[in-house]
């Protein structure tokens, strides 16, 4: 259209000229309109990823406390085993130290009495 030889060589190159800018400034718009989008994914991405760091945070956080309360607990029933290991221990001791000493099941159930044998033998004869 513009190599039409009835228009002239300055309106030609005036055309030529607008079609050029025209041309220009739709590239450029283009461009600026893709740049845009491109943040707009990026911002959205970052997103994502701040959520998923936060989760990750939150379930760590929460793996650890869940870590550490168990570790609690698993010292707290050793303690016990231990307690009750040395009472054991005492009471065992106790009755192979001294022949006066025994051991009785008392009128409750699971309860026993550690006391002198001279004391059962009291009580039994009252």
């Known amino acids: 259209m513009l190599s039409n030889p009835l228009l002239e060589k300055d309106r ?6 607008k079609y050029s ?3 220009t400034q739709y590239k450029f718009d283009l461009m600026t309109l893709n740049l845009t989008t491109f943040q707009n994914i990026i911002y959205g991405h970052q997103q994502i990823l701040i959520d998923l760091q936060e989760k990750l945070l939150k379930s760590c956080n929460e793996s650890l406390k869940q870590a550490i309360e168990n570790r609690q607990e698993a010292m707290k029933k050793r303690h016990e ?3 009750k290991h040395k009472l054991v221990q005492y009471v065992q001791r106790l009755i192979r130290q001294r022949s006066d000493i025994v051991i009785r099941r008392t009128d409750k159930r699971k309860v026993f009495y550690i006391g002198k044998a001279a004391d059962f033998e009291r009580k039994a004869e009252e």
């Open 12 to 17: 030609r190159t005036g055309l030529i000229s």
């Open 21 to 23: 800018k025209t041309i």
């Open 81 to 83: 085993i231990y307690l």
